[in-house]
């Protein structure tokens, strides 16, 4: 398949098989794949929850308006943005960037510097806004690298994001829920898998200048 039939082959999975589970090297490759998440300045300020836990997965799927995604599906994938993004997170980063490409510590102290200054300007509401950005780019990585692997996903927004902090223990965690997606494999009878895709005409969509 072409990159572009695995696009059009995945959808927002509806109704998962709850007998087929992803295999841990599935799993582990897509996870590697979110891993690999670009980032602004590189600093991923966002974690990646992996829930299989089935008592849990009951209790979120209660603050998912009972979506049966939550718990039918292999796993549940959390992305929670830290709420903690200040000068001590950054220096790990830079401490973190400096011992895996073997450089001085002084000489990133302008790119840390340039980093505090641009985070230090913002409110506790925009930061988190920002982790948040961030995240969704790594939903998005996940949503596409599931279908190169022929794995299916729903990305999902419809839950009560401070009753799945509640229910996680994120909060104590310095994490926020931001956006979550389940994986695995379709049921045979998710009707939704037989819809033609619905998108924007391309000239609408696309402005060449
Ligand atoms: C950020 C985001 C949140 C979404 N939330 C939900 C959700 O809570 N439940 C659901 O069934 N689908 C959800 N969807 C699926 C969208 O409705 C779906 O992606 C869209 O209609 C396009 O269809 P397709 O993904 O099947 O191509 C969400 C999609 C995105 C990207």
Redesign the pocket.
Known sequence: MSLIDKLNW?????KFDHTKKLSPAQLDELLKAVHLSPSSAGLQSYKVIVVEDHATREKLREA??G?S?ITDASQLIILASETNLDEAYVKNYIDHVAKTRQIGRENLEGFEQMINSNVSKLTEEQKLNWSNKQA?IA??VL?TSAAELGIDA??????NAAKFDEILGLKEKGLSTT??ATIGFRSEDDG?SK?A???KPEEEMFIHI
Do not use: D, S, W
């Not at 995945?10 to 509806?14: D, H, I, P, S």
């Not at 729903?154 to 839950?159: D, H, S, V, Y």
């Open positions: 995945r959808y927002a999975t509806k998912a308006n979506q995604q969704y939903l998005g949503l729903c990305p999902m927004e419809g839950f956006v979550i939704y819809l895709k619905v998108r």
